[in-house]
């Protein structure tokens, strides 16, 4: 039988996790505001900078569910093969 280890980050850690992402967004906004170039190109970091902020809670999100699909799946296949082994037998500790 096999175990799954599941995972869980402390409060602190969480928390630490979201002071340092607010911080980091909030460096960089005040960053491009006293940037000394014209507004159109602060527009331009400031959307590049938002858009990459997003696709990694994206990239983080999909990475997350695909890892739990194929904890799933292990799941479902580990239940069939014990099934399997139960019903006919284990030849290899056979006595």
């Given at each position: 039988m096999s175990y799954i280890y599941e995972n869980s980050n402390t409060k602190s850690f969480y928390n630490m996790a979201w002071i340092a992402f607010a911080i980091s967004f909030a460096g960089m906004a005040v960053g491009?505001?006293?940037?000394p170039v014209d507004f159109g190109l602060k527009g331009f970091l400031a959307m590049t900078y938002f858009f990459s902020v997003t696709s990694c809670f994206t990239v983080a999100k999909v990475v997350r569910d695909k890892h739990e699909s194929d904890?799933?799946?292990n799941k479902i296949e580990s239940a069939k093969t014990e099934k399997f082994l139960n019903k006919y037998g284990d030849?290899?500790?056979a006595t």
């Open positions: 491009i505001f006293y940037t904890r799933i799946i030849p290899v500790n």
